[in-house]
């Protein structure tokens, strides 16, 4: 047993040192990824569930890597967040975001919204609200249309300060989401105390809905949702029983592959010209 044991540990130690190594490489790599200007933004429609019009997308970052290809955001946000590199990250997506809105705006297609995700790295910057303030100003993007998406992770330290910070974002007329909700633990807390106008229901309850079985998680969150008065969007939208479902059931949007992957902004555009709907 013991030399089976042994076995065990040279067997798993290469692959520790190899993703370390692998660690490593990410992490200097992404110290020159902004001024490189590998980082680019793709967008998933967010699709209006009653007039099958598309209303919103997210910004979702992609990473470009010369040799490392494209790299999936879980394999370097997390990085990111841990060397603080995410606070230049993601006033570079930020304000990417909030341009490409104006722009789409500009060419004739509404009032889109834009959802941009939010660290929480970012969220303890004391900058923030007015590096948010000089994007929407710089861009000239109506506050109403840019969505700031928060995790729970944000919420984590001091609830007072949260809640004053999140006061302070919602002065400036944006809307404000929760992502992922139902995931974490403490989801209820937040609604009691916190300004929010959307609830994002996790793609992991989504995935309940099928054929034959009741979603109650989903159902009872939409219901919920509407009782507080919030938006509720069902991200990970994958089939068209998913789609029934959510419709029947009063969900206010869509996100998911059903309707569209994540898009470059070419596509995107392609898809708003062709005036695409569900
Ligand atoms: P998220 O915010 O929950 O974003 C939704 C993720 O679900 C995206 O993954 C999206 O591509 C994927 N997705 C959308 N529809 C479907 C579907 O129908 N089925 C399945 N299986 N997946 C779907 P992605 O783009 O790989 O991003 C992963 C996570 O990385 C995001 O999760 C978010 O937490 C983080 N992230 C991405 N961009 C940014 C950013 O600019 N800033 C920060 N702080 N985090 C980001
Ligand atoms: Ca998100
Ligand atoms: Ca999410
Ligand atoms: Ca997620």
């Known amino acids: 047993a013991k030399k089976l044991g042994r076995n065990n540990t040279q067997f798993y130690e290469p692959t520790m040192n190899e993703e370390a190594r692998e660690r490593l490489r990410i992490e200097s790599a992404l110290r020159n990824a902004l001024e490189r200007r590998e980082f680019v933004l793709h967008y998933q429609p967010q699709v209006d569930l009653q007039s099958g019009r598309v209303v919103g997308m997210e ?165 919920l949702a509407h009782n507080l008065k919030l938006r509720v969007i069902a991200e990970g939208v994958e089939t068209e029983t998913q789609v029934n479902y959510l419709r029947r059931h009063g969900c206010d949007e869509i996100q998911g592959y059903y309707f569209s992957r994540p898009l470059p902004v070419e596509e995107f555009e392609q898809l708003l010209r062709q005036g695409r709907d569900l």
């Not at 909030?98 to 500009?106: E, F, G």
């Not at 949260?162 to 974490?184: C, N, R, W």
């Open 59 to 223: 910004a979702l970052l992609r990473w470009q890597h010369p040799e490392l290809g494209m790299v999936a955001p879980q394999r370097f946000i997390g990085l990111a967040e841990e060397t603080g590199m995410i606070v230049e990250i993601g006033a570079w997506v930020l304000r990417t975001a909030c341009a490409q809105a104006r722009q789409w705006q500009d060419a004739g297609h509404g009032a889109l919204r834009v959802a941009v995700n939010l660290s929480p790295r970012q969220f303890s910057e004391p900058q923030l609200v007015n590096a948010i303030t000089e994007v929407l100003e710089h861009t000239g993007l109506p506050p109403a249309c840019l969505d700031i998406e928060l995790t729970e992770g944000l919420f984590m330290h001091d609830v007072t300060q949260a809640v004053e910070l999140l006061h302070k974002l919602k002065s400036l007329g944006l809307a404000l989401s929760i992502d992922d909700f139902g995931t974490g633990y403490s989801s209820f807390s937040y609604l009691r105390h916190f300004p929010i106008d959307v609830l994002k229901i996790d793609r992991s309850f989504i995935s309940d809905i099928n054929e034959d079985d009741e979603a109650a998680i989903v159902v009872s969150i939409i219901a």
